[in-house]
């Protein structure tokens, strides 16, 4: 087995662990491997140890990437999700590539996602992205404008809004992990009541993804602990 099929092992141990732990289904948790600065070969081996889905951050890379992906591999279907800053020129290239777009906080962003996506691949997943942590270095909108975005997004064609993303300040303590969490899967909770059918938190990476899963994430993005320290990032 190789390095990267171990660690995909003990990272699915990890999640189940922590879903058994706070009375969740494993299958309600979705393992997004964080393939960033990564080569092609390294995703085809967790490939090889079963995983699916996929997280790019950069754009040119990640089209690279699966070229390269699905000329080895062409009859494997892979899910790539988007997890990285949105900049208006890269909207067509991600609506066309992308299963799911993580990182959307602007409703310029949404609506050049929805009109350049092609008709024939389906809605785009969405995902807003929320400043849980207040950084000024982060992206995100703030949890004020979150209801009035989240509304103009649903609305939009092409589209299907699914939840909220969030990338909170880093923190050892777990029990303190879990307070954005919260946060998060509260504002879930309130877009719902109000009426939105989102079900999707991406939340947790490797350092808290327990925390996370405790709070209620349905997606957790993982890197390092599957394939190792990056050399940039």
Not at 33 to 51: H, R
Not at 106 to 123: D, H, T, Y
Not at 177 to 183: K, L
Not at 200 to 224: H, P
């Amino acid at each position: 087995m190789s390095t990267i099929a171990q660690n995909l092992q003990a990272v699915d141990h990890t999640i189940v662990a922590a879903a058994k732990a706070c009375g969740r289904a494993r299958d309600d948790i979705l393992l997004l491997a964080v393939s960033k600065t990564f080569p092609p070969e390294a995703v085809l081996e967790a490939m090889a140890g079963g995983q699916r889905a996929f997280g790019e951050n950069y754009l040119q890379e990640a089209l690279d990437k699966q070229q390269a992906v699905h000329a080895a591999a062409p009859d494997v279907q892979v899910e790539w999700h988007f997890i990285g800053p949105i900049q208006s020129n890269k909207t067509r290239p991600i609506s066309e590539n992308f299963a799911w777009a993580h990182t959307v906080d602007r409703l310029k962003i949404a609506q050049r996602l929805s009109e350049q996506r092609p008709a024939g691949m389906g809605p785009l997943n969405i995902c807003l992205q929320v400043n849980i942590s207040g950084e000024a270095s982060k992206s995100g909108i703030s949890a004020a404008e979150l209801p009035e975005l989240a509304r103009a997004v649903a609305l939009l064609p092409n589209l299907r809004l699914r939840g909220l993303m969030a990338i909170p300040e880093p923190e050892a303590d777990p029990a303190r992990q879990r307070a954005p969490f919260a946060r998060l899967r509260e504002m879930l909770e309130q877009l719902r009541d109000a009426g939105l059918a989102v079900d999707t938190l991406s939340m947790g990476m490797s350092a808290d993804m327990a925390a996370a899963i405790a709070e209620g994430a349905t997606i957790v993005r993982v890197g390092s602990a599957i394939f190792g320290s990056r050399t940039y990032e």
